[in-house]
């Protein structure tokens, strides 16, 4: 395109954002639900003013959003009506389109999160597949993968429990991770990922085939109504793991929690377990613990609402062996999503936390559902 056509597409794409966003509502609804806040009794109800202030916030992190888009949008039009007449340089625009689209792109992206939990922070477990090893160092291979994302988007990432491999990897693991829409980015990671490549843990040298599965749920907060049945629930203690000698965990801060599950739909029953050794204060456990639960229980609710709608996508499979989201081929240098069709060459990248990319086309591909 040239440069008219450029900032016409740009012009173009803000002012849809504008509509899509319902920007002018939002700006009226901020000012009145604002003017709430300033009533005498506002935090007579404190749940009830946190879920208040948390709208007004993201609210405003919308309007806030689409203005940078606005105003450096604007600023691109100036340029380009002075480069018409001779005033500004080719290059000085081409440093605001610079400056301008990845702003608009990454807008129109964050447009694809309107779900209801996708402003949520994220609990993403891993847990490798039959393979002995092998799984085990590739499941330990996404864990990091994961925590490499986490650190570079400024996310904030808490191990809540992990389960150590026999020799090497790990067997499962489960970690928090904080930060904003982080469960709305990761929720396209849920699934199982398949990598082939020639093991170093094998003799021969043989080309393996791994799979772990990997599931995204949102982490609910104390704004968010969940009943939990007391009756049903019951803990276990246990000692920690640890390095041994001096730093061995004396005391048994380790919990396990017990729930004992009824589906309220179908009225069938089953256990959820859950295990907690994210510090050596037991109660601080406990909390996280509880924390964990609502959020499983959040997240059966959701899904119940999704299949109700009848808006489970054919791309969002089960956790099951064979219906692996993405390959990883080490060999051919190459990864694949096969929900998208989308892949890379840059393996190394990809196991450096660079999946963006492979967000970006499943939420454009299927974010508007």
Avoid at 80 to 93: K, L, P, R
Avoid at 159 to 185: H, P
Wanted: glycine letters at 6%; aromatic letters at 8%; a negative charge.
């Amino acid at each position: 395109m040239t440069l008219s056509e450029t900032i016409k597409d740009l012009q173009s794409r803000t002012e849809a954002l504008r509509r899509y966003l319902n920007i002018d509502t939002l700006i009226a609804q901020v000012a009145e639900e604002e003017k709430q806040t300033e009533a005498p009794d506002f935090w007579n109800d404190p749940k009830q003013a946190q879920r208040i202030m948390k709208t007004i916030q993201s609210k405003k992190a919308w309007v806030n959003a689409y203005k940078e888009v606005e105003n450096s949008c604007g600023d691109l039009t100036v340029l380009g009506e002075f480069f018409e007449s001779g005033d500004a340089t080719e290059q000085e625009v081409l440093d605001q389109i610079a400056i301008t689209q990845p702003l608009v792109e990454a807008l129109e992206l964050k447009n694809m999160l309107q779900g209801e939990s996708d402003h949520f922070d994220a609990v993403l477990s891993i847990n490798a597949g039959a393979g002995g090893v092998e799984a085990q160092d590739w499941a330990e291979m996404l864990m990091r993968m994961y925590i490499r994302y986490a650190e570079t988007h400024n996310y904030h990432v808490a191990i809540s429990n992990i389960l150590e491999g026999e020799g090497a990897g790990i067997k499962s693991v489960t970690m928090q991770i904080e930060g904003d829409y982080a469960f709305g980015y990761l929720k396209s990671e849920t699934g199982v990922h398949r990598l082939v490549r020639v093991s170093p843990f094998n003799a021969q040298g043989k080309r393996m085939t791994s799979f772990a599965s990997v599931s995204v749920t949102p982490l609910v907060d104390d704004t968010i109504e969940v009943v939990v049945d007391m009756s049903r629930l019951s803990w276990d203690t246990f000692r920690s793991g640890g390095a041994g000698g001096q730093n061995v965990n004396k005391v048994e801060s380790g919990v396990r929690l017990r729930y004992q599950y009824k589906d309220p739909y179908t009225g069938e029953e089953e256990e959820i377990l859950i295990e907690n050794t994210e510090t050596r204060d037991q109660p601080k456990n406990k909390e996280n613990a509880m924390r964990l639960l609502r959020s499983q229980l959040y997240e059966r609710e959701l899904r119940h609402r999704m299949e109700e709608q009848a808006k489970i996508k054919a791309s969002q499979k089960k956790i099951e062996w064979g219906s692996q989201i993405r390959s990883y081929v080490m060999d051919d240098r190459r990864v694949k999503d096969h929900r998208t069709n989308y892949q890379t060459g840059d393996v190394a990248g990809v196991m450096d936390g660079k999946i963006d990319n492979f967000i970006k086309a499943y939420l454009m591909q299927f974010g508007a559902e």
